[in-house]
Structures are given as C-alpha cells and as structure tokens.
C-alpha cells in the first residue's frame, strides 16, 4: 500500500498555502477547495458560460455540454448504471426535501412509518417529520446501543409491514459511526421497506457504489468533497424517479406547458427546476475527478492512522474523552470535556490557528442521547498532516491545564 503524504495535496488548496499556519480540523462542516476545482469554474465562466438545455448557440450548446458531462462524472463516481439517475439539487438537504415531497408525499399515507437512525443530522429528520404533519405516517427513531452503535436487534423488532422507509446515515457527523449499511438495507428490503442513505459525510473517504449498495435513495453535498457549495446530487433508482411526481415546477422540468394542461419531462429533468447551478456542477465534477486521481486507500489509510493518533493522544490527556467507540469509524471524533467548555477551548484553539466546530452539529436527537449539550468535534480529511494532530493535542493539553 502506497503511503499517503499530506504536504502534496495541502499544495493543492490555495487556502491552505496562503495561510500556511492553518490547521483545518474542520471538514465535516466543509471541505477545503483544491486549486483544480476552483480552475475549472474560472475556465467555464472565462470561456462558455450561457444558460443550459436551452440557448440556440454555441455556448449554450458548450454549457449544457459541461453540465450533462458534470453529471456523468457525478454518476461514474458512485458507480450509477446512469447518469438519468442522478438529480442535481442545492446539496444533500435539499435532495432529502425532495424525495420527502416527492416520493413520501405522493406513496405515504397515515399509519405508515418512517424509522429514522438516532445518529442523524437534522437535514434527516426534520423533512420527515414534516411529511409526517401532512399525511399521518409516523416517525420513529432507531436508538442506539451503549457502546453507541445503531441497536440492530431494536431495529428488527421495529421493522414491519408498515415500515414504509429507513434513514440512515453513512457515516455520523458527530461520532464518524459508519453503520453496517448492506445489512440494514437487507432487513428493510425484507418488509418491503425504502432506504434512504445519508452519504453528505462519507463521500469524502469511502468508496461509495450505489450498484453494490443496493440502498434506494443516496444523497449528497458537493462542499463536503471539496467541491463548491450550492449543489448537491440525489441519487435513486430509476423505477422509483420515474413514478414520483415533480416537486417543484418551473422551466427545464416540462415538457410541454399550456393552459390546458402541462406535462413533464422524464428524470432528472422534472426534479430541477429553474436555472440549475451549471457552473457549480463543473466544480462538483472537477473536485470528483481530482479525488479520483488520487491514491483513495491511501488517503483511508492517511486519516485512520491520524485519527488513531488523536485517539491515543487524547487519552493522555486528563479531562477529555472521545465520545463512542463504534466498531466502524471514520476520522471524527467528538470530544467531551469533565469541566471545561467546549466553546472555551475552541477559542483557544482558535487562537492557536486551529479550526474545529463545537456545538450539537445539527444532531439535537443525538446530543440528548448521549447527554450532552455540546461537543467538540475534530473532523480529518486528505490535506491534514501528522503535525497537524501534534499540534492539536498539544494546544488542547495545554488549553485544559490553564481551564482547570
Ligand atoms: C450527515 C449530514 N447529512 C446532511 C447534511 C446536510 O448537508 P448540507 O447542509 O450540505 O445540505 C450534513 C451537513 O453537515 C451532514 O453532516
């Protein structure tokens, strides 16, 4: 196995060589841009920049060029059998809103439930509950086990006839819990059930293969990928797309308007309307692409052994646990404090020039479960060192000393 460097792909993100003293621990929140990313939506802007699947000219022609190709390479990244297959939306929130409109509210009805894995971000459970106000489905939350994994054996006693859909998330954005997807997604297609799989924070470090997954439902956001914000994709199956209904109507998702009566077009079309973010679909591709091009094992293998050396430093500092020990892990770690205040110390990191988010990370559920009102959270990704880590444990020894 090849050994992931961090120095090469830090010279790859213009932020972090103009602020060579940045330690960016906060990537769950949003990923850094590499240069390649920020080129291809200069170049598009320079050079074609018009509107897409409309225009009788060469750049319009160019553009929606760009914008399908975009979405190709969305496609090939996760190993969907088609690129219809995949909605461009504002990111993963919105791509949960609209199955939540779309697929919920035109196949959900009252009685019908929707279990939701405890370890989910907001964006994954408010939408749900929503759905629920309007058509009398019911949410139900999948607890947690005290070693704070999904509760297998509970989910199974709560699978049913009436299970209309599963949500779980790929990797937690609190405690970077990866629950076994392929056998969740195996219980619920067993009743019959829909999943849906939250990939916002796993993209950046699993391989993700839909065909393989075997999940109905996939959502993403392009800024934890180090692509721009402001898009995002859905992926799903292609019989399910294609029998639920638009969500949001406009130009582009026609296909044919009159007063007596307006059609739609086939998927992915129907779920875009309005003047999709075409420029921002070329980062999302480019950010892919420089993804791929890089060593993926070896970056997994870079941020596991960064975040193995958190953990073990951690644990030679007194008053600061991480919180879970899931089997699974990807490289998040929530930390919780005997006495200091998380938003104390994040200040002194701060101060220290290095970046980490603190509060209940949109996961309030979660927060109660676990009995906290806050945590700090150290997230890793591909640009991050072994300095950086040093660095970290060393400002945060020092932080809980003077606090003490
Ligand atoms: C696990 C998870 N799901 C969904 C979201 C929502 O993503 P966005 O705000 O990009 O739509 C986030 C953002 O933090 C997340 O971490």
Redesign the pocket.
């Known amino acids: 196995m090849s050994v992931w460097s961090a120095a090469q792909p830090r010279a790859c993100f213009p932020l972090l060589t103009q602020q060579s003293e940045l330690i960016w621990l906060d990537s ?2 949003t990923t850094q841009k590499p240069l390649a990313v920020l080129d291809a939506e200069r170049a598009f802007y320079e050079q074609i920049n018009a509107n897409v699947h409309r225009g009788a000219h060469r750049l319009g022609h160019a553009a929606t060029e760009a914008f399908e190709a975009a979405r190709s390479s969305v496609a090939h990244f996760i190993n969907s059998p088609s690129r219809q297959q995949v909605v461009f939306t504002r ?4 791509a949960i809103n609209l199955v939540a409109h779309s697929w919920g509210g035109s196949q959900l009805q009252a009685g019908d439930e929707i279990l939701i894995s405890m370890l989910e ?1 907001h ?2 459970i408010v939408p749900w509950q929503m759905l629920a106000a309007r058509t009398g489905a019911m949410v139900k939350p999948i607890p947690l086990t005290d070693a704070l994994e999904l509760d297998l054996d509970a989910l199974a006693a709560m699978l049913s006839p009436r299970t209309r859909l599963v949500c779980v ?1 790929a990797m937690s ?1 609190v405690l970077g819990t990866r629950p076994p997807l392929s056998r969740i997604i195996a219980m619920a297609h067993a009743v019959g059930a829909r999943v849906l799989v ?1 990939a ?2 796993a993209l950046a470090h699993d391989v993700i293969d839909v065909q393989a997954l075997d999940a109905d439902f996939l959502v993403f ?1 392009a ?2 990928v180090f692509g721009p914000t402001g898009i ?1 994709a859905l992926w799903a199956r292609m019989e399910l797309l294609e029998a639920m209904p638009p969500w949001q109507g406009g130009g582009e998702m026609i296909a044919r308007v009159s007063f007596d009566g307006t059609t739609y077009a086939p998927p992915p079309l129907r779920f875009e309307a309005g003047t999709p973010a075409f420029a921002q679909a070329v980062g999302f591709a480019a950010a892919l692409n420089w993804l791929q091009q890089q060593d993926r094992s070896a970056i997994a293998a870079h941020e596991t052994a960064l975040y193995q050396q958190l953990a073990a430093g951690i644990a030679h500092i007194d008053g600061v646990h991480i919180l879970g020990a899931p089997h699974d892990k990807g490289p998040i770690a929530s930390l919780a404090f005997a006495t200091a205040h998380p938003y104390d110390v994040a200040q002194f990191l701060d101060n220290a020039d290095i970046a980490v988010r603190v509060g209940n990370h ?1 996961a309030e559920p979660l927060m109660q479960a676990l009995q906290q009102h806050g945590t700090l959270r150290v997230s890793i990704a591909a640009y991050n060192s072994a300095h950086d880590i040093t660095r970290l444990l060393a400002v945060l020894a020092e932080t809980l000393e003077l606090l003490a």
Request: aromatic residues 0%.
């Open positions: 769950a929140a990111g993963a929130t919105e971000h964006a994954d998330t954005n939250d916002a924070q956001s800024h934890k995002g949109c």
